[in-house]
């Protein structure tokens, strides 16, 4: 393991065997919601309400680190609670074989889905929790029941089965035929008669879904979404964190822009 303590955040590069310590996971699953899954690490934003819970991972990171290099582990330890409002990233230290995790989907009805593994992994499934927990209506060790009972649910829960690479887990997402069918039953009935008119409506559904907002939103709820995620997203956020994410966020915030563009009302 090494720890570097840089400007911007903590940086931890560890084996994959630290990662699975009772202390780590118990610090990663609390902070499920503040958490950043990248293909090869975890960036783990500050919260608030946490602050004991992470100057007690912090205490035990220490005195891990100092028994594996030998050193007394108080001084190192002032030193990270200096860093008290950073980020954590944590990464693994070699790239392990991709290890495939099957994900199952399945749609109950154009309300429900149930996402289920066939064993417990828990990196995968906090992943999932991390971008779907607000429409969790209950979950278990191996599954999670999601509410996607509006076009914002649908959206992000698209968005998240598009993420395939968690660590070193390959994601594979099973699902029968009636997924989609059941999944967007409400477009069953609709009538593309006049083809303008539907590619025009698909456009703005299209808009409507990347600012996360309902068809038919106000001004007010557009804008307010749209400065929202246009900090979440802005590429200044991730250039030093994490570089090679910086196309993805830059194209995300381009594709923000368009879609507020498109639907905001000039007076």
């Known amino acids: 393991m090494d720890i570097v303590l840089r400007n911007n955040l903590i940086l931890i590069t560890t084996g994959f065997e630290t990662l699975n310590t009772s202390w780590m996971k118990e610090f990663l699953n609390h902070h499920t919601r503040g958490m950043l899954f990248l293909p090869k690490a975890v960036l783990v934003f500050r919260n608030a309400s946490l602050q004991k819970m992470r100057e007690e991972f912090l205490k035990e990171l220490s005195c891990h680190y100092a028994k594996t290099h030998d050193f007394n582990h108080e001084f190192f330890l002032r030193s990270m609670l200096k860093f008290d409002t950073q980020p954590i990233k944590i990464e693994l230290d070699k790239m392990l074989e991709p290890e495939s995790v099957k994900v199952k989907l399945y749609a109950y009805d ?28 209950r979950g278990t060790d191996v599954s999670l029941v999601v509410d996607v009972s509006d076009l914002k649910a649908k959206a992000r829960l698209e968005r998240t089965l598009n993420k395939r690479h968690i660590l070193h887990y390959q994601i594979q997402y099973m699902y029968d035929n009636h997924f989609m069918s059941k999944l967007y039953c409400d477009f069953a009935n609709f009538s593309f008669g006049d083809l303008a ?26 804008k307010k979404s749209y400065k929202k995620l246009t900090k979440v997203y802005h590429p200044d956020k991730i250039i030093h964190e994490a570089p090679h994410m910086l196309s993805h966020y830059t194209h995300k915030f381009q594709l923000l822009q368009e879609a507020y563009q498109a639907l905001r009302i000039v007076s």
């Open 197 to 222: 008119k539907a590619d025009e409506l698909a456009e703005k559904k299209e808009f409507y879904t990347i600012l996360e907002c309902p068809v038919g939103a106000s001004q007010d709820a557009l």
């Open 110 to 137: 154009k309300d429900t889905v149930l996402i289920s593994l066939d064993q417990p992994n828990s990196w995968v499934l906090n992943y999932m929790r991390s971008q779907l927990e607000v429409y969790v209506e």
